[in-house]
C-alpha cells in the first residue's frame, strides 16, 4: 500500500506525530475503508489517544454509524488544506490577452480555456511545486521577448503548452543563472 503524505499538513500549527499525519492525509482522501486489508493493519497501529487529540484540536470529527466510526475532516482543516487559489487561472491572467503579429495583424493569444485548463492540470498533477514552475517560466519567457522586442512572436496558450515550451524557457533561466554567475570581472578585491 502506497500512502501520500500531503506536505502542506507539514504546516499546521499543532505538533503532530507522524501517525496522526498519516491519518489525516488518509481522512482526506476519503481512503479509510475498512474493507481493505491495508488499511485496516494501518489504523490498528494509531492510538485512540492520537485520533482524539485530532478531534480536540477541531481537524476532524467522528459519527458513529452502526458498528463503524466514520471520521470527516473539519472546515477548518480543509481550509488550511484548499489551494490558495487555482494554479491554472494564475497562469491565465498572466497570459497575454493578444499581440500584433509583425503584419500588423491582431492574434488573440488566449484562445480554448476549457482545452488549456485540462492540458495545465494534466501536466501538472497534484503538484503545486510544477504549476508554480509553468507559471514562472511563461513570466520570464514574457519578460525576455518584452525585453528583446518580440512578443509578436508570441504563442497562443495552447501551442505554448502543447510545444511544452516552458522546457526552453526553463534551459534559458538556468543559463542566465549560470551565466550571471560566473562573469569575468565582477568581484571587487
Known amino acids: 500500500m502506497i500512502i501520500e503524505l500531503d506536505t502542506r499538513l507539514l504546516g499546521l500549527p499543532e505538533q503532530l506525530n507522524m501517525n496522526q499525519l498519516v491519518f489525516l492525509s488518509m481522512v482526506l482522501d476519503k481512503n479509510q475503508s475498512t474493507k481493505n486489508q491495508d488499511v485496516r493493519q494501518l489504523v490498528s497501529l494509531i492510538s485512540d489517544d492520537e485520533v482524539s487529540y485530532l478531534v480536540q484540536q477541531n481537524l476532524i470529527t467522528s459519527m458513529e454509524r452502526g458498528e463503524f466510526i466514520v471520521y470527516e475532516p473539519t472546515e477548518r482543516l480543509k481550509n488550511f488544506i484548499a489551494n490558495k487559489g487555482d494554479y491554472f487561472d494564475k497562469f491565465y491572467e498572466?497570459?497575454?490577452?493578444?499581440v500584433l503579429r509583425p503584419d500588423g495583424s491582431k492574434s488573440y493569444l488566449r484562445a480554448n480555456v476549457n482545452?488549456?485548463?485540462?492540458?495545465?492540470n494534466v501536466t501538472c498533477g497534484k503538484s503545486s511545486a510544477m504549476a508554480e514552475h509553468l507559471i514562472n517560466c511563461?513570466?520570464?519567457?514574457?519578460?525576455k521577448k518584452m525585453a528583446e522586442g518580440k512578443?509578436?512572436?508570441?504563442?497562443t496558450m495552447w501551442r505554448w503548452?502543447?510545444?511544452?515550451?516552458w522546457e526552453e524557457s526553463e534551459e534559458e533561466m538556468n543559463d542566465t543563472v549560470d551565466v550571471k554567475t560566473n562573469s569575468y570581472g565582477t568581484d571587487l578585491i
Open 161 to 165: 503548452l502543447v510545444d511544452h515550451q
Open 115 to 120: 482545452k488549456c485548463r485540462h492540458l495545465f
Open 151 to 155: 512578443l509578436s512572436y508570441m504563442k
Open 94 to 98: 498572466q497570459y497575454p490577452v493578444y
Open 138 to 143: 511563461l513570466n520570464f519567457e514574457i519578460h
